[in-house]
T-cell receptor
Framework: EAAVTQSPRNKVAVTGGKVTLSCNQT?????MYWYRQDTGHGLRLIHY???????EKGDIPDGYKASRPSQENFSLILELATPSQTSVYFC????????????FGSGTRLLVI | GEKVEQHESTLSVREGDSAVINCTYT??????FPWYKQEAGKSLHFVID?????DRKQSQRLIVLLDKKAKRFSLHITATQPEDSAIYFC????????FGDGTQLVVKP
C-alpha cells in the first residue's frame, strides 16, 4: 500500500543542535511537502519539492533547510534548533497540478530544549 | 497567495444531528477543494473533495457544497456519530493546497 513514512516519530533535541527529519513516500508522487502544526496556527508550509533535486521555500522557511535526493525521500533540516521550533511536523506527498489531494505521514513530534 | 478561512474554530453537536463547517477562499482561480480529518493525536487523512465544475458532491454522510460566486464552500456531516469527532480542515488549491486553520468538531452522545 502506498504510504508516507516519517522518522523519527518523536525527537528531543538541544538548543543549537542539528536535527534532521526524514520522509519517505512510496506513492511515486512528484511533489512533497513539509508542514508544521501548532495550536492556533493550523498547518504552515515550510518547504516543498517538485521532484528529485528540487526544493522550494514555503510560507515559513526561516531556520529550515530541505533536501530531496530522490523521488522517494525528502528531508527537513534544522541546522541550529531553537525552542520556537518545538512543534509537530508533517510530511505529505501529492501528484502536483493543484487538483489532487495529499497523502500525509504520521508526523514527528519535536521538542527542542 | 490564496487564503482559506474556516469560520468555526469549534463546533459541538448532539449525536444524530447534522454538523456544518463553513469556509471561504480568496483566489478565484482555485479550482480544487479537499477536506481532511485529523483525529486526536493522529495525522490528517483525506475525506472528500469537490472540483469547481460542480457545486455539490456527496459521499455517504458527507456533503460538500461550493458557491464559486461567493467563494464559499462547506462540509455537511449528516447523522453525526461519536467517531466523527475530530479536527476538520478545509483547503483550496490552484497550484498547491492552502489549508484553513481547522474546526474542532465534538459529537456529544
Amino acid at each position: 500500500e502506498a504510504a508516507v513514512t516519517q522518522s523519527p516519530r518523536n525527537k528531543v533535541a538541544v538548543t543549537g543542535g542539528k536535527v534532521t527529519l526524514s520522509c519517505n513516500q512510496t506513492n511515486n508522487h512528484n511533489n512533497m511537502y513539509w508542514y508544521r502544526q501548532d495550536t492556533g496556527h493550523g498547518l504552515r508550509l515550510i518547504h516543498y519539492s517538485y521532484g528529485a533535486g528540487s526544493t522550494e521555500k514555503g510560507d515559513i522557511p526561516d531556520g529550515y533547510k530541505a533536501s530531496r535526493p530522490s523521488q522517494e525521500n525528502f528531508s527537513l533540516i534544522l541546522e541550529l534548533a531553537t525552542p520556537s521550533q518545538t512543534s509537530v511536523y508533517f510530511c505529505a506527498s501529492g501528484d502536483g497540478g493543484g487538483d489532487s489531494d495529499y497523502t500525509f505521514g504520521s508526523g514527528t513530534r519535536l521538542l527542542v530544549i | 497567495g490564496e487564503k482559506v478561512e474556516q469560520h468555526e474554530s469549534t463546533l459541538s453537536v448532539r449525536e444524530g444531528d447534522s454538523a456544518v463547517i463553513n469556509c471561504t477562499y480568496t483566489d478565484t482561480a482555485s479550482s480544487y477543494f479537499p477536506w481532511y480529518k485529523q483525529e486526536a493525536g493522529k495525522s490528517l487523512h483525506f475525506v472528500i473533495d469537490i472540483r469547481s465544475n460542480v457545486d455539490r458532491k456527496q459521499s455517504q454522510r458527507l456533503i460538500v457544497l461550493l458557491d464559486k460566486k461567493a467563494k464559499r464552500f462547506s462540509l455537511h456531516i449528516t447523522a453525526t456519530q461519536p467517531e466523527d469527532s475530530a479536527i476538520y480542515f478545509c483547503a483550496a488549491s490552484r497550484n498547491r493546497i492552502f489549508f484553513g486553520d481547522g474546526t474542532q468538531l465534538v459529537v456529544k452522545p
